[in-house]
Each structure stands twice: as C-alpha cells, then as structure tokens.
Nanobody, 126 residues
Framework: VQLQASGGGLAQAGGSLRLSCASS????????TAWFRQAPGKEREFVAS????????HYAESVKGRFTISRDSAKNTMSLEMNSLKPEDTAVYYC????????????????????WGQGTQVTVSS
C-alpha cells in the first residue's frame, strides 16, 4: 500500500483547503484512515480518522467543527476538508492507513497505522 497526499498550500486565516490522499493499493471495507500533522518544533499529533466500514469518524478537539474527513471507496481516496483555518493549523499533514481497522480503539495513536503518506505542507497566514 502506498499513500500519496496532495492539496496542501497557503491559505489565509479563515480560509479553506482540501487535502486528498490516494491509495495505490486495494482498499477494503475494513480499511481505516487518518490524518496527522506536525508543526515545526512539535510532535506529530492526531487530527482526524475515519473507519471505512460504517464511516465512523473522530476528530481532535482543536479541529472539531472546522475539519471534515471523508472517504471514497470507489476511488480509493480519503479527503480532509479544512475550513475556518487558523495560523495554528500550519503544519505538515500526513495521511495514514490501517488495512484492518475492525474497531475504533486507539484511533488517535500513530502505531495503529502501518502505512503513511509523504506529507503535504499547509501554511495559514494571519
């Protein structure tokens, strides 16, 4: 499985960006995917996750109500719609996948995801 993230860029505070993550491998109903981010000088942190079977989602408190994660099983892609962006959202965003996410336990933990994309930069100016 290879993941390719895209869609990052520069936005003004209050603006929007949409990130996409394409999977080269075959996905299945047991797929689970997530977005993490790492700001300069900080540890990587969980942003959002979605379990493809049933579509259950989880969000970090800092993005709840502003970001929306979704998936398109037919296209093997996952997206992150980011609205009302803030300068503190500036980071490198990584998509990650767990091919066998049968439940929502530990959805926010990096070790849960065995496959990672290369990261895409998001910069929000004030």
């Amino acid at each position: 499985v290879q993941l390719q993230a895209s869609g990052g860029g520069l936005a003004q505070a209050g603006g929007s960006l949409r990130l996409s993550c394409a999977s080269s491998g075959r996905t299945s109903s047991t797929y689970g995917t997530a977005w993490f981010r790492q700001a300069p000088g900080k540890e990587r942190e969980f942003v959002a996750s979605i379990r493809w079977r049933g579509g259950s989602t989880h969000y970090a408190e800092s993005v709840k109500g502003r970001f929306t994660i979704s998936r398109d099983s037919a296209k093997n892609t996952m997206s992150l719609e980011m609205n009302s962006l803030k300068p503190e959202d500036t980071a490198v965003y990584y998509c990650a996948a767990d091919p066998l996410m049968l439940d929502d336990s530990d959805y926010e933990m990096e070790w849960r995801y065995g496959y990672w994309g290369q990261g895409t930069q998001v910069t929000v100016s004030s």
